[in-house]
């Protein structure tokens, strides 16, 4: 009795064992039973990039950026150093552990810092009118047991930093267990910095209808490691995050 | 009752040494003026030694002894040493009270009253409080002698004989205070000039004489005065009873005796006054809640300064970076001559911390920091920033850093764990004033402080407006995302209402 539905004809092999199908015949074969459910992929709309798409900073840095030492993050403008600040904040403020953000430049942004998923009750924001007290201001904190993390922004500082602050901060971040984070456009701490991380810009990509800023890839770089030569470490993807 | 005395004999002497440790143990006098007909009013044992007598003058007292450093009395020392022997007196008693000012040969003497009611229970005898008293007013740079009786005349007048003969007795058992009274002379007594003239007259030197006299006719031969001077010579005088002492406000100065115009100078000097102010305060088991500065300068001007202390702390070291930072933010005008420093003091506060939790900070150790951030860069610029209900895209806020407890973010953790991997934008403030070159109702060309060239990509607009009900906050923008040739990443804007581009953000 032949069989209701038909089935696709299988060849046997020359050991008796029944051959796949080639793959462009299975493809077509699964198309053709999917029918409407499929979309082509230039209509579909992108969706929000996970964690798992974009390469995180743990991954880049074998663990992330070391407490109780000095770190900086430099790059030029749209290179992605604000983002990837703003992703360790939201990573220590959401374990319930306190951050502070030292931002002589007023350039913190709080809209896009609560859309990341910062925890903005649990960051010390201060406002420093410049470099020297935001330098003051950075040694009391690490002082000040309690904070894993500290941020210093000095992208927009044009006043030079004396060499014999970095070595006190440094001292500082060792004294008690917080990361001090610098950000800078271009690298300011010299050897002092465990561990100097240089974004470059990358692509900016952009939806067509209606074209919208959708992500950023920023290429990372490891400029300086205590534990190893530079090299190249992967691109970072920040994601445009909805609007309110 | 009983009541005791602690009378501190030269105070204008012990006044300057708690202020100087590096005279004691030198010869030293204290001038009443500088004047040149200034007097010697105390001096230490070593200028005793070498000759130096009370009243004389301060070149004849030079004359005799030519190692001799001289100072020159200050009230506001002396007033912080009263104020540190009342602290003293609280430590063993709530109820304590100043003795008035004497004058003459007691003039720079200081006493205070003390309730000595049932110390026996703790000290096992009168003597043995007295002597724990002085031990404890010697240890506070304030050496005195105690002396416990049933009144604040009688224990007054027994300690003012201590003071002469420390062989005396220190405690005056009940109902002995006629027979010690009776062999005192009538000087002791202060009587006051036309009084102790008239008793001169008369022949009266001891109590014991004055006594002996019948009471009529009395007044009407040395005065209505003699009547009150009889019955303290009795041990009668009413008294009124000691009260509970409520003042707070402790306070600490000093005189300069030369001028001071920098700032360095001015906080070594107040780290002395600060280090005193702190000693006292912890003698109350208390902590500096705010302090009070106050600088006086040349011709009487005076400018005080309350500085609040984010959390009750006696840390020296923060205090004075308070200080210093007040200091450098506003440094003094004109020369210094006078500093104090003032606090009513709060009690200390523990803290009890989560055992399973993220240690945070430690509540007062953040709190000092966060009042010295302020310090440094204004209150208005430290806190937690905040992210005002609204749609202004440039919102902003601050708001007080108070952090919550750990506990209460890790429950809402659970329902809605945060993305990753999000842009973050770098607020411009104030937005950068663009040029701006439009082609078909879109952005084509810009030019700004950070960045200039053809946009080779822009999204937007998207029209914001809020607040019309308010001509000083309403707004109306068309926001665009654009990319600038040299990949910069802007978000720029246009303002209807003052017409003319900005760009206030940058995406990086």
Do not use: N
């Given at each position: 009795m032949p069989p209701s539905h038909a089935r696709p004809a299988v060849r046997p092999g020359p050991d008796g064992v029944p051959l796949r199908p080639p793959p462009s015949e299975a493809l077509n074969r699964l198309l053709r039973d999917l029918g409407p459910a499929l979309q082509r992929g230039n209509r579909l709309a992108l969706p929000a990039p996970r964690e798992a798409e974009a390469t995180s900073v743990g991954q880049l840095l074998a663990g992330g950026f070391p407490r109780g030492q000095l770190s900086e993050i430099s790059g030029p403008a749209s290179a992605g150093c604000t983002s990837l600040a703003l992703e360790l904040l939201q990573h220590t403020t959401r374990s319930g552990e306190l951050a502070a953000v030292i931002d002589p430049g007023d350039a913190f942004d709080p809209p896009s810092a609560a859309r990341a998923g910062?925890?903005?009750?649990r960051v010390l924001w201060v406002r420093p009118p410049d470099t020297a007290k935001a330098l003051r201001c950075a040694e009391r904190l690490l002082q000040?047991?309690?904070?894993p993390l500290v941020i210093l922004d000095?992208?927009?500082?044009k006043q030079l930093v004396p060499p014999a602050a970095w070595l006190r901060l440094a001292r500082g971040a060792a004294a008690h267990p917080s990361a001090l984070v610098v950000l800078s456009?271009?690298?300011?701490s010299g050897s002092h910095a465990a561990i100097a991380l240089g974004l470059h810009p990358g692509r900016a990509h952009w939806s067509e209808d209606p074209p919208l800023f959708e992500r950023l890839e920023c290429g990372a770089k490891i400029l300086r490691q205590r534990r190893g030569p530079p090299r190249e470490c992967g691109t970072l993807r920040f994601a445009q995050a909805p609007l309110d | 009752m009983r009541i005791a005395c602690l009378l501190v004999p030269d105070l204008p002497l012990y006044a300057e040494l708690r202020a100087c440790e590096?005279?004691?143990g030198r010869p030293l006098a204290i001038a009443?003026?500088?004047?040149?007909?200034a007097e010697v009013v105390a001096a230490s044992a070593e200028a005793r030694a070498a000759g130096v007598l009370l009243y004389t003058s301060i070149p004849r007292a030079r004359s005799r002894c030519p190692g001799l450093a001289v100072r020159v009395a200050s009230p506001a020392l002396e007033q912080a040493a009263r104020g540190a022997l009342i602290d003293l007196a609280l430590a063993f008693s709530p109820r304590v009270t100043a003795a008035p000012r004497a004058a003459g040969?007691?003039?720079?003497a200081a006493a205070v009253h003390l309730d000595a009611s049932g110390v026996t229970s703790l000290f096992r005898s009168e003597a043995g409080f007295a002597a724990e008293l002085e031990a404890r007013s010697t240890e506070q740079g304030l050496p005195g002698v105690v002396a416990v009786a049933g009144s604040k005349d009688v224990s007054l007048l027994l300690a003012r004989t201590r003071a002469r003969d420390?062989?005396?007795?220190?405690s005056l058992p009940p109902g002995a205070e006629a027979a010690f009274l009776a062999?005192?002379?009538?000087?002791w007594f202060e009587p006051g000039e036309p009084l102790a003239s008239r008793l001169t007259r008369f022949g009266l030197q001891r109590v014991r004489d004055l006594l002996a006299l019948?009471?009529?006719g009395l007044a009407e031969r040395l005065g209505p005065e003699i009547l009150a001077l009889r019955k303290r010579a009795r041990g009668e005088a009413p008294e009124s009873p000691l009260p509970e002492w409520r003042e707070p406000r402790l306070e600490e100065g000093i005189d300069l005796e030369f001028a001071v115009d920098r700032i360095e100078p001015l906080l070594f000097v107040l780290r002395g006054v600060l280090s005193r102010l702190l000693k006292r305060l912890r003698s109350r088991g208390r902590v500096v809640g705010s302090l009070d500065c106050q600088l006086g300068f040349a011709g009487g001007r005076r400018v005080e300064r309350c500085i609040r202390v984010a959390a009750p702390t006696d840390d020296e070291r923060v205090l004075l970076r308070l200080l210093a930072l007040w200091l450098e933010s506003q440094p003094p005008e004109d020369p210094v001559e006078f500093v104090a420093l003032a606090s009513e003091g709060v009690p200390e506060r523990g803290e009890q911390l989560d055992l399973f939790l993220p240690r945070g900070p430690d509540p007062a150790g953040l709190d000092r920091t966060l009042a010295e951030l302020e310090a440094l860069c204004?209150?208005?610029?430290v806190g937690a920033p905040n992210d005002p209900d609204?749609?202004?895209?440039?919102r902003c806020g601050l708001q007080p850093f108070d952090p919550p407890p750990a506990s209460s973010d890790s429950r809402t953790q659970e329902g809605a764990p945060p993305r990753s991997g999000l842009g973050g934008l770098r607020a411009l403030r104030p937005p950068l004033t663009a040029e701006v070159q439009v082609q078909r109702g879109r952005p084509h060309f810009l030019r700004c402080a950070v960045a200039c060239g053809p946009l080779v990509a822009v999204a937007g607009p998207w029209r914001i407006s809020g607040h019309w009900w308010n001509e000083h906050e309403r707004f109306a923008f068309d926001y665009f995302d654009v990319q600038v040739e040299d990949t910069s990443l802007l978000r720029l804007r246009f303002d209807?209402?003052?017409k003319r581009w900005q760009v206030d953000g940058l995406y990086d």
């Open positions: 910062v925890a903005l009750e000040t047991e309690g904070f000095l992208v927009d500082s456009r271009e690298r300011l | 590096a005279l004691r009443s003026g500088t004047d040149p007909g040969a007691f003039a720079a420390p062989r005396k007795e220190s062999d005192l002379s009538l000087d019948p009471g009529r204004g209150a208005e610029r609204g749609h202004r895209p440039d209807w209402r003052e």
